[in-house]
Nanobody, 124 residues
Framework: QVQLVESGGGLVQTGGSLRLSCAAS????????MGWFRQAPGKEREFVAAKRWSGGTTLYADSVKGRFTISRDNAGTTVYLQMNNLKPEDTAVYYC?????????????????WGQGTQVTVSS
C-alpha cells in the first residue's frame, strides 16, 4: 500500500525558507513521477512542481520558478521541496503526490496517490 507522508511545514516570515519532505513507502518509486501541489483556503488545489524519480523532466509552476526546487534522495524514499524567498501568497496546505505512469504532469487527476498535507504559513 502506497503511503506518502509530508513534513516540514510551519510558520515563516516573508523572504524565509522551508524544506518540505515527503516520505514514500509501499512501492518502488523509481518509475514514478512525484509532484507537489498546494491548496489555499477557498481555492482549488494547484500544481507546484513535479519530476520523474529516475530523473529527466522537471516542471515548476511559473509562480514558484526560481524560488522552489524539487529533488529526491538516491535511496528512492524521500522527495523534497526546497522553498526559498517565500511570499504570503505561498501560504497553503502542501501535498505530495505520486503518479505510477511516470508522467510528469500539472493536473491533479494525473496523480493516483496523495499525502495528508502539511501547512505552510508565510507572514507578511
Amino acid at each position: 500500500q502506497v503511503q506518502l507522508v509530508e513534513s516540514g511545514g510551519g510558520l515563516v516570515q516573508t523572504g524565509g525558507s522551508l524544506r518540505l519532505s515527503c516520505a514514500a513507502s509501499g512501492r518502488t518509486f523509481r518509475s514514478y513521477a512525484m509532484g507537489w501541489f498546494r491548496q489555499a483556503p477557498g481555492k482549488e488545489r494547484e500544481f507546484v512542481a513535479a519530476k520523474r524519480w529516475s530523473g529527466g523532466t522537471t516542471l515548476y509552476a511559473d509562480s514558484v520558478k526560481g524560488r522552489f526546487t524539487i529533488s529526491r534522495d538516491n535511496a528512492g524514499t524521500t522527495v523534497y521541496l526546497q522553498m526559498n524567498n517565500l511570499k504570503p501568497e505561498d501560504t497553503a496546505v502542501y501535498y505530495c503526490a505520486a503518479a505510477p505512469t511516470g508522467r510528469v504532469g500539472v493536473e491533479v487527476q494525473g496523480y493516483d496517490y496523495w499525502g495528508q498535507g502539511t501547512q505552510v504559513t508565510v507572514s507578511s
